[in-house]
Every structure is written in C-alpha cells, then in structure tokens.
C-alpha cells in the first residue's frame, strides 16, 4: 500500500481530537511557506493515540513526496518511531558513575 493510501486509510480512523492535530501540522507543513524547517511535538497520556497521529502524519507527508522524521525520547514510541531522538540526531548523552534515570 503506497504512502498516500496509509494516509488516508488512517485519516478515517482519526477522531475529532487527533484529526484536529492532524490538520493542524498539515496546515503549519503546507499553509506557512518558508525555507525554515518545522519541528513538531505531540504529548498526551498513554492510550491517546499520538504514535497512530505521527504515523498519519508520515504517511501523508512521504506520501507527498517530502521528508518527514518522528522520534520519541524513550519506550514503546521509540521502538515504533524511528527511533529515539538521541540516535536519529545523535545527541551525545554523558554517562558517569553517579547518572541516574527516573
């Protein structure tokens, strides 16, 4: 299935909530033309749907032949992203003996 009919097929799916988010980095993407790459983030409880909403959103800009990159900082979002942010634009993360995570 091409990009163009993932996002579509998925647009369907949408509610009003996530087609809102979805229209809204369309809008952003095609409406404001500058030369100026466009960084976008999502938040939202667990269960909202923001990795099915970056999916769409993926779909429906490759499927317009541009380029688009979703990352996640950690966890299940990472692993069906592309990644996390730190590997895709290699921030270095400094690790010493006293590094905790929380």
Sequence with gaps: ME????????IEKLNSEQRY???????????YQTDMPKCFFLDGPPGTGKTFVYSTLLHEVRGKGDQAIAVASTGIAATLLSGTAHSIFKIPLTLNATSTCN
Excluded: F, T
Aim: avoid cysteine; hydrophobic fraction near 40%; aromatic fraction near 10%.
């Design 3 to 10: 990009e163009q009919s993932k996002a579509n097929a998925n």
């Design 21 to 31: 988010a979805v229209y809204k980095v369309l809008h952003a993407i095609y409406e």
